[in-house]
């Protein structure tokens, strides 16, 4: 288990790459069943270092960005642009312990940056209709968004 850091630490927020694919897999690994649910929408992936090293690219069609506390990696959030559009597809993770404290809401600010710079007009992402916390950092990120519910699962689309 990691060291607890100092309540006062500051949070930083920074793009991934390459260098954080262990932080990107300890992040995950520590999830919660409950928390991997909602991210997932089922167990884990087999093999997180293969998913870490996806999700730490930063390339013309794919972007994270981490939020660290006493340089422990404690959020992230990443989008995939979709083919031949303006439209990237997102997720969004944040330590359990570190959650209802205004890191998720930063990190899709944080995001929203270099999806601007690559011209994305829209992120979307699928989120299960129990996972409030989600629903609530929509709403308090003051972005404009639409949702649709559809076969159990509500579709959210993020004006940038």
Same mark, same amino acid.
């Given at each position: 288990?990691?060291?607890?850091?100092?309540?006062?630490?500051?949070?930083?927020?920074?793009?991934?790459?390459?260098?954080?694919?262990? @932080?990107?897999?300890?992040?995950?690994?520590? /999830?919660? +069943?409950?928390?991997?649910?909602? $991210?997932?929408? %089922?167990? #884990?992936?087999?093999?997180?270092?293969?998913?870490?090293?996806?999700?730490?690219?930063?390339?013309?069609?794919?972007?994270?960005?981490?939020?660290?506390?006493?340089?422990?990696?404690?959020?992230?959030?990443?989008?995939?642009?979709?083919?031949?559009?303006?439209t990237a597809e997102?997720?969004?993770?944040?330590?359990?312990?570190?959650? @209802?404290?205004?890191?998720?809401?930063?990190? /899709?600010? +944080?995001?929203?940056?270099?999806? $601007?710079?690559? %011209?994305? #007009?829209?992120?979307?992402?699928?989120?299960l209709p129990s996972?409030?916390?989600?629903?609530?950092?929509?709403?308090?990120?003051?972005?404009?968004?639409?949702?649709?519910?559809?076969?159990?699962?509500?579709?959210?689309?993020?004006?940038?």
């Amino acid at each position: 288990m990691a060291p607890i850091p100092a309540p006062n630490a500051p949070i930083t927020f920074r793009e991934l790459d390459r260098d954080d694919v262990d @932080a990107v897999v300890e992040l995950h690994a520590a /999830l919660d +069943e409950r928390d991997s649910y909602y $991210r997932f929408f %089922g167990h #884990q992936p087999r093999n997180l270092a293969r998913m870490a090293d996806g999700l730490s690219t930063n390339d013309p069609t794919h972007c994270a960005v981490g939020a660290f506390h006493a340089g422990r990696l404690v959020g992230m959030a990443n989008f995939v642009v979709l083919p031949s559009s303006r439209t990237a597809e997102t997720a969004l993770v944040v330590a359990h312990e570190d959650q @209802a404290h205004g890191i998720g809401t930063r990190l /899709l600010h +944080e995001l929203a940056r270099p999806a $601007r710079a690559r %011209g994305i #007009q829209r992120l979307v992402a699928d989120v299960l209709p129990s996972n409030a916390r989600m629903m609530r950092l929509l709403t308090d990120s003051g972005l404009p968004f639409e949702t649709a519910r559809q076969d159990g699962v509500v579709h959210i689309a993020i004006r940038l």
